[in-house]
């Protein structure tokens, strides 16, 4: 299984951040699953991959041309794809990948999740979605979610199309089990319970 990673490229963050990525990562490989990743050597991504090679793991950087500068590409991928822009890397790196894996980010981890997961409602893949929160990073993220359950803005079904764990082998098992369909979420915030 090719298993999409986000997360952040930041460096000077807790180190608890990057200790639960790097066991993500070398999780997902003693498990034969290759990476897809933004193709960093810096933050979390890095952080993911170095876990990963460790075990042995296959990686797939996937990375925009103008972020090819040494020192901002890991130098162990197996494969690095370039883009010319940031948008057909993330379509890249979606349409490679069979489940997306969520660390804790920034913006553009943010818009990579809140697109995957508006791409699930709106049926247009079905593939597993699970966010690594470590050290409780997602707390306010899944309050929101469940307000926007709450308030109406977004239907009871799409708290199902993704689920969050602190544990990197439950993340692990729970993507490997996932067999959910496109649950087209808009359909039932629309027309109501059960869609048209």
């Known amino acids: 299984m090719k298993v999409c990673v986000f997360g952040a490229s930041s460096s000077g963050l807790a180190q608890v951040y990057y ?3 790097g066991a993500l990562g070398a999780e997902l490989a003693r498990r034969g699953h290759t ?5 960093g050597a810096s933050g979390l991504m890095g952080a993911a991959a170095r876990g990963a090679k460790g075990e042995g793991g296959k990686l797939i950087g996937v990375a925009p041309r103008f972020f090819d500068e040494p020192g ?6 197996d494969e690095l794809l370039f883009t010319e822009t940031m948008g ?3 379509k890249l790196m979606e349409d490679l990948s069979d489940a997306f894996v969520i660390l804790p980010g920034g913006i553009g981890t943010f818009e990579e999740f809140f697109e995957a997961l508006t791409l699930k409602q709106l049926g247009r893949h079905a593939k597993a979605m699970a966010i690594l929160d470590t050290n409780g990073y997602y707390t306010e993220l899944e309050a929101m979610m469940d307000r926007a359950v709450r308030e109406g803005f977004l239907a009871a079904g799409g708290r199902a199309l993704y689920e969050a764990f602190t544990d990197p082998r439950a993340l692990a098992d729970y993507v490997e089990s996932y067999r959910g369909a496109a649950e087209e979420v808009w359909k039932e915030q629309i027309f109501g319970k059960g869609g048209r």
Do not use: Q, S, T
């Open 19 to 21: 200790e639960a990525a």
């Open 35 to 39: 990476i897809v990743f933004g193709g």
């Open 72 to 77: 901002v590409l890991y130098e162990g991928c």
């Open 88 to 90: 057909e890397r993330k």
